[in-house]
């Protein structure tokens, strides 16, 4: 059997593991193992523990659990209603005002917080109900929401974003960067497709036409308590960026900061608060720590089987035109993004494709954006459709199937996007090279 083609048998026996149910780690230590111990036998598995260990002990490593703290803190308290009520009173008498409220709002949250299912649950929490109360229809209620949170894996500081960044040692600082710009213009064509799906809906036109007037006091009230935590933002922003501390001190600080402020101005003050914040912590962090030190053990398996070299070795051969490789690259992570998370696809896909990226002169910031964009679709697609099933668990008399054709439209925009970002690559590029040469 050629590494071609056991690479193939294992890349099948990988996808019915995942899709058995299996935790992913487990399943790729299971791939991994087997595989070995087949082709190479026993001897080979001695170096697996040093492998995961040498992985796990990167210092690099310690921004993760420290900005999922950051947005556990930050999504366990009202930040998220807060963020919403402020923009919904801005935007009241806007046309499509009350959808246009909810994506800004899980943009700016999303900047906050960095997780997707985060964002979907606070903002879909405060703004759905009250949408649909008012006329909203029900898709385009829950679909701005449910696509909205997608944008916690793309605007920074985005959990995906330094996944990536281990994966294919680039800067972390410029992925951050390269998130910026595209995900601000997504926000701005959610809130363009809200605006203009309203103007042609003359029964939305007929629920937003006696808008409630707010006082000036009353749309400045909850910014009070929402500005420290943007605040965080910006001092992530120029502490990184300004080249004053590492990613993990940025993290560490900012993890801080957001408890600090959930403490003092939210009053999560019980031990009980704390170990929620910190339960979820562990939670998450241990999950993605052991799918990446799987995941390494994974990579080492597929190198040392010589699949991944071979593998790359022959699309290059296949002299392809670069956008048919592009564009055949980008469907195979569509579907991919149906089925598995965007930590699997990242840690499994990338050692591959990173050297036929680099043979074929495509930038790795630019690919990095595109693959975000590529994930974020994977998140309101079924069967997987994370985003999907924690939006249904907020508003569970929402049916799924309204929830799904909701956010469909938005698919679509992701989609143009993507093929936009194929023309103009300096949407992503620009910013991290204007910042950091």
Same mark, same amino acid.
Request: hydrophobic share 55%; aromatic share 8%; proline share 5%.
């Given at each position: 059997?050629?590494?071609?083609?056991?690479?193939?048998?294992?890349?099948?026996?990988?996808?019915?593991?995942?899709?058995?149910?299996?935790?992913?780690?487990?399943?790729?230590?299971?791939?991994?193992?087997?595989?070995?111990?087949?082709?190479?036998?026993?001897?080979?598995?001695?170096?697996?523990?040093?492998?995961?260990?040498?992985?796990?002990?990167?210092?690099?490593?310690?921004?993760?659990?420290?900005?999922?703290?950051?947005?556990?803190?930050?999504?366990?308290?009202?930040?998220?209603?807060?963020?919403?009520?402020?923009? @919904?009173?801005?935007?009241?008498?806007?046309?499509?005002?009350?959808?246009? !409220?909810?994506?800004?709002? +899980?943009?700016?949250?999303?900047?906050? +917080?960095?997780?997707?299912?985060?964002? !979907?649950?606070?903002?879909?929490?405060?703004?759905?109900?009250?949408?649909?109360?008012?006329?909203?229809?029900?898709?385009?209620?829950?679909?701005?929401? +449910?696509?909205?949170?997608?944008?916690?894996?793309?605007?920074?500081?985005?959990?995906?974003?330094?996944? $990536?960044?281990?994966?294919?040692?680039?800067?972390?600082?410029?992925?951050?960067?390269?998130?910026?710009?595209?995900?601000?213009?997504?926000?701005?064509?959610?809130?363009?497709?809200?605006?203009?799906?309203?103007?042609?809906?003359?029964?939305?036109?007929?629920?937003?036409?006696?808008?409630?007037?707010?006082?000036?006091?009353?749309?400045?009230?909850?910014?009070?308590?929402?500005?420290?935590?943007?605040?965080?933002?910006?001092?992530?922003?120029?502490?990184?960026?300004?080249?004053?501390?590492?990613?993990?001190?940025?993290?560490?600080?900012?993890?801080?900061?957001?408890?600090?402020?959930? $403490?003092?101005? $939210?009053?999560?003050?019980?031990?009980?608060?704390?170990?929620?914040?910190?339960?979820?912590?562990?939670?998450?962090?241990?999950?993605?720590?052991?799918?990446?030190?799987?995941?390494?053990?994974?990579?080492?398996?597929?190198?040392? %089987? $010589?699949?991944?070299?071979?593998?790359?070795?022959?699309?290059?051969?296949?002299?392809?035109?670069?956008?048919?490789?592009?564009?055949?690259?980008?469907?195979?992570?569509?579907?991919?993004? +149906?089925?598995?998370?965007?930590?699997?696809?990242?840690?499994?896909?990338?050692?591959?494709?990173?050297?036929?990226?680099?043979?074929?002169?495509?930038?790795?910031?630019?690919?990095?954006?595109?693959?975000?964009?590529?994930?974020?679709?994977?998140?309101?697609?079924?069967?997987?459709? %994370?985003?999907?099933?924690?939006?249904?668990?907020?508003?569970? @008399?929402?049916?799924?199937?309204?929830?799904?054709?909701?956010?469909?439209?938005?698919?679509?925009?992701?989609?143009?996007?993507?093929?936009?970002?194929?023309?103009?690559?300096?949407?992503?590029?620009?910013?991290?090279?204007?910042?950091?040469?």
């Amino acid at each position: 059997m050629s590494e071609l083609q056991l690479g193939a048998t294992i890349l099948a026996i990988t996808l019915f593991v995942l899709f058995s149910g299996l935790p992913i780690a487990w399943g790729l230590i299971l791939v991994s193992v087997g595989a070995l111990v087949i082709v190479k036998g026993t001897a080979s598995l001695a170096n697996i523990p040093l492998v995961m260990i040498d992985e796990l002990s990167s210092f690099s490593l310690l921004t993760i659990p420290l900005f999922i703290l950051l947005g556990a803190a930050v999504g366990s308290s009202n930040a998220g209603k807060d963020i919403y009520e402020s923009l @919904h009173r801005w935007l009241d008498r806007l046309p499509g005002g009350l959808v246009i !409220a909810n994506i800004l709002a +899980c943009g700016i949250f999303s900047g906050i +917080c960095g997780s997707s299912p985060a964002t !979907a649950a606070a903002i879909g929490k405060a703004g759905v109900p009250e949408m649909i109360k008012r006329g909203v229809p029900v898709r385009l209620a829950t679909g701005s929401v +449910c696509a909205g949170g997608t944008l916690g894996i793309l605007i920074p500081p985005s959990i995906t974003m330094i996944l $990536y960044g281990l994966t294919t040692e680039t800067s972390i600082g410029r992925l951050f960067l390269a998130g910026v710009i595209p995900g601000i213009l997504l926000v701005l064509l959610f809130a363009a497709y809200a605006w203009f799906t309203t103007l042609l809906s003359a029964k939305n036109t007929a629920a937003e036409s006696a808008p409630t007037y707010y006082t000036l006091r009353q749309k400045t009230e909850g910014l009070g308590r929402v500005m420290p935590f943007v605040i965080i933002v910006i001092a992530i922003a120029y502490a990184m960026y300004g080249g004053i501390a590492t990613p993990s001190e940025v993290a560490a600080l900012s993890a801080a900061m957001a408890l600090l402020l959930v $403490y003092v101005i $939210y009053r999560e003050r019980s031990l009980a608060d704390q170990w929620r914040i910190f339960r979820e912590t562990m939670r998450e962090s241990s999950m993605i720590l052991m799918i990446i030190g799987a995941a390494a053990v994974f990579s080492y398996m597929m190198s040392l %089987l $010589y699949v991944t070299q071979a593998t790359a070795e022959w699309l290059v051969a296949l002299q392809l035109n670069r956008w048919v490789l592009m564009s055949a690259i980008f469907v195979f992570l569509l579907i991919a993004g +149906c089925f598995l998370p965007p930590v699997a696809i990242i840690l499994m896909i990338m050692p591959v494709l990173t050297p036929v990226l680099e043979a074929n002169d495509f930038d790795l910031i630019w690919f990095a954006v595109l693959l975000t964009i590529n994930m974020e679709i994977g998140l309101i697609t079924p069967p997987v459709g %994370l985003n999907l099933f924690v939006l249904k668990g907020v508003v569970p @008399h929402v049916s799924i199937k309204d929830i799904l054709m909701g956010s469909m439209p938005f698919v679509v925009i992701m989609i143009v996007f993507s093929v936009i970002m194929a023309i103009f690559p300096e949407i992503a590029t620009w910013l991290p090279s204007k910042a950091m040469g």
